[in-house]
């Protein structure tokens, strides 16, 4: 897939954002770490929003064979960008709310965070890539499983309430992570596996798209509202 999307492109738009929330947990000042948290978020919400209300329309009014050539030349992209984006977002809006002191009683709540997401998320990629018997998606699931109930069970003595608002953009965030990991990124995975086949079927290519780009503009939707909740957090109040 590398090779499809140009492998100067898909090491760029992975190394770049990593290296920079690298950064900005580890030498960054607030305002630079509040930098590569917004910017990302920024991105990764403005592709998501185009995707659901520009290109899915447009595409939509295309025949199969159309519709499959689009595909094919956006999906190798969008496979590395956008996880890439929404990993450096997520990561860089907790380690933020942390470093700021508006995530009281972290550790607990990033415990039942992670099982939250990684266990919905593995098993959805085991089902929609036909995967669950297959020791590659085994053994992560067994270890990620066990690791985050472990966790879980470590730390859930200590758990109270936290900041509202951050409970609320963890659950959000929760449905983002469960969407774009369990069913967008296996969706893309579906669809080069369909463009590498002796003879690839435009109609599934097409279908997998189209059903893609719709999640796509449920997405934007979901980083709206957390942006919504973002803003009551840091301002105390809604912007209307």
């Given amino acids: 897939m590398g090779n499809q999307a140009n492998p100067a492109f898909a090491v760029a738009v992975v190394a770049i954002p990593l290296a920079a929330l690298g950064y900005a947990v580890t030498a960054a000042t607030i305002q630079q770490h509040t930098f590569v948290h917004v910017m990302a978020g920024i991105l990764w919400t403005g592709f998501d929003i185009f995707i659901g209300a520009v290109l899915g329309p447009v595409i939509g009014g295309l025949d199969d064979e159309q519709s499959a050539a689009v595909f094919q030349r956006l999906t190798p992209k969008t496979a590395f960008l956008l996880p890439s984006l929404a990993f450096v977002t997520i990561a860089g809006g907790i ?3 942390q470093r700021i002191g508006m995530f009281p009683h972290a550790e607990s ?5 992670t099982a939250a997401n990684l266990i919905p998320i593995l098993l959805l990629l085991g089902w929609r890539l036909n995967a669950w ?11 990620a499983t066990v690791g985050s109930l472990v966790w879980v069970g470590l730390t859930i003595d200590g758990f109270a309430m936290t900041e509202p608002a951050i409970a609320v953009a963890l659950g959000i965030v929760t449905i983002l992570s469960v969407q774009g990991f369990g069913f967008l990124l ?8 369909e463009m590498r086949s002796a ?10 798209g189209q059903q893609n780009a719709m999640l796509g503009g449920v997405q934007g939707f979901f980083q709206l509202v957390l942006i919504l909740d973002m803003v009551y957090l840091r301002y105390g109040g809604f912007p209307f």
């Fill in 199 to 208: 003879e690839p079927d435009p109609s599934i290519i097409s279908a997998i």
């Fill in 186 to 193: 296996p969706g893309e995975l579906r669809m080069y596996k």
């Fill in 133 to 143: 018997r297959d020791r590659r998606w085994q053994v992560p699931f067994a270890l």
């Fill in 109 to 113: 709540w990033l415990a039942l965070f």
């Fill in 95 to 97: 380690t933020l709310a």
